[in-house]
């Protein structure tokens, strides 16, 4: 069984500073990673995803995670944030053991606020 | 455009009545996803689809509710006997190959149930 958690519910950070948003997650075998945004009414788009190759993974936007097999977390982070930064970020795990074959399995979100 | 596309984008519906709930996916994607998304949760993930095959149903939460994709591409999602606790926001997502975790999803904006 599969299981992401995500450490905190909402963040808030300063326009221009860095963001950090927790992940860890829980997988039977080696699993996929990704960070996935939603913005107000809109879809979920794909930020970054971490399939085994490089354990740094740079994603759009200037958003990078992370892997780190030996603490199971995959955290996001951006060197400075831009008001345009707001929205749901979600953890998203994939074994192709749950989350129904093939599918995901995606953490609570969390709810990142830009202050100007 | 060459995104999914979801109908209706937002649906009231009376308790009891049944609802109907459209995907149109990103032409020649294989897979087919639908998640259902409560108020300040992740999305969690309702059926799979790989062509026409429903491979995966397991995340529907009763026999009330009912997928198909008959040619492979369009997708209805019904909802019979709706009830206040499938309020809630409904997504589909497609993606090119066979593996929904290796192969990025896209999805789209979602149809919000709000059931009365």
């Known amino acids: 069984a599969q299981s992401v958690t995500q450490l905190d519910s909402h963040v808030s950070v300063s326009e221009g500073t860095p963001v950090l948003l927790r992940c860890n997650y829980s997988s039977s075998y080696s699993p996929s990673l990704f960070w996935y945004v939603q913005h107000p009414n809109k879809g979920l788009q794909l930020l970054l995803k971490?399939?085994?190759?490089?354990?740094l993974v740079k994603g759009i936007n200037g958003f990078e995670a992370e892997f780190k097999k030996s603490e199971t977390s995959f955290h996001l982070t951006k060197p400075s944030a831009h008001m345009s930064d707001a929205a749901e970020y979600f953890c998203?795990?994939?074994?192709?053991?749950?989350?129904?074959?093939?599918?995901?399995?995606f953490g609570k979100g969390t709810h990142l606020i830009i202050q100007p | 455009g060459a995104g999914v596309s979801q109908s209706p984008r937002y649906k009231v519906a009376k308790r009891g009545q049944d609802v109907a709930l459209r995907c149109d996916p990103i032409?020649?994607?294989?897979?087919l996803f639908w998640y259902q998304q409560a108020l300040g949760q992740g999305p969690e993930f309702l059926t799979y689809?790989?062509?026409?095959?429903?491979?995966?149903k397991s995340g529907l939460p009763s026999d009330r509710f009912f997928a198909e994709r008959p040619e492979g591409s369009v997708s209805t999602l019904k909802i019979q006997r709706t009830q206040q606790e499938d309020s809630a926001v409904y997504l589909c997502?497609?993606?090119?190959?066979?593996?929904?975790?290796?192969?990025?999803?896209?999805f789209g904006n979602g149809t919000r149930l709000t059931v009365t």
């Open positions: 998203v795990v994939s074994d192709r053991s749950g989350g129904g074959a093939d599918g995901l399995t």
């Open positions: 689809f790989q062509n026409e095959a429903q491979l995966d």
């Open positions: 032409s020649g994607h294989v897979s």
């Open positions: 971490y399939t085994s190759a490089a354990t």
């Open positions: 997502a497609s993606s090119f190959t066979f593996t929904g975790g290796n192969s990025p999803l896209h």
